[in-house]
């Protein structure tokens, strides 16, 4: 199936990118570049002063950010964001007035604003052609994919209203480490968020929840949450630190939508890869078929010769036996 484009936009930390980048090139941007006639790939790595960062949650010390991403991404349009000049600016207080979900005094909500702050800004660097356009990809760095991904299906459903996510982790919400979104709205909406943060809180009047905030979101906003990627990624912390997303503690067990829409994607996509499967025997068959009738032309214009040749070895038969 031709994709007339298609948007890649990869953001947040580089901390692990030196081993997530394989995956990312060969489950994602080769497969995008092959089946999309026209391609946007942009990146927006936050980078500090000090050159490290911290993460309480994810158990990460102080740690290097790494900054070979342009070595890594040569295709890519980068930029790097200054987090600490977003730190100063942003109103931490002001979301904690609300409450702390996460309990570590604030410390993994900023770092979710850094993530989404480095995410608008990726997002609104590609040409408004190409947001109004095309479905975007939204990747974080650390996610290293394990299974292959059937961009061709997922892309044939980033339409309309729709957002692709994927059906675990979700926590309630929506998961909120990769999507598809279908062009215009749909991903603009999901891309800038972080604006929108103060009305939702003064709205809910609850703390912060990143993946309950993306659902809210998006569902305010009456798109449509296709929460059916089936891949399995795995989280690398710096240091190369692994972390299946499959084996969290934070994991809770999927409800029976969302086991219907893993028996439904199964199944499309079962249905889709066979029909691809037959159109390309058919194709097969057709040029088969082509060359078929170019040998029967072919064997037909041999056999006219041959009765032409026949025809002038009869007249010269004749002609001796009249001698």
Known sequence: MAIKGVN???YGLNRSLGVTVH????????????????????????????GGFSSQRSGE?????????QDLLPNFEIQLVDQDDFDAGFDLVGVLAY???????????????????????????????ARDSFPTIFLRPDLDIVDDIDLEFLLSLARGSSVIVPGWQFFGGVNDRFAIAAPGKPSAI????LSTIFQ??????????SENYLFDVLNLTNLRILPIVQTRFVRVRAGQSFHPETIQQEHLRPTASAESWSFLTNQLMTMHRRLREAGERIAAFKVDQVNLEQKVESLEAELQAFKRKVKRLRVKLKNLRDC
């Open 23 to 50: 995956s990312i090139k060969e489950k994602i941007l080769q497969p995008v570049a092959s089946i999309a006639d026209e391609v946007h790939f942009y990146a927006a790595f936050n980078v500090t002063v000090c």
């Open 190 to 193: 999901y891309a800038n968020r």
């Open 61 to 69: 010390g102080l740690s290097r950010i790494c900054d070979d991403q």
């Open 200 to 209: 939702y809180l003064k709205l809910t009047c609850r703390p912060f929840h």
């Open 8 to 10: 890649v936009c990869i």
């Open 99 to 129: 409450g702390d979900h996460y309990k570590d005094s604030g410390s993994s909500i900023l770092n979710m604003m850094r993530a989404l702050n480095a995410l608008q800004k990726c997002y609104n660097s590609i040409p408004l052609h």
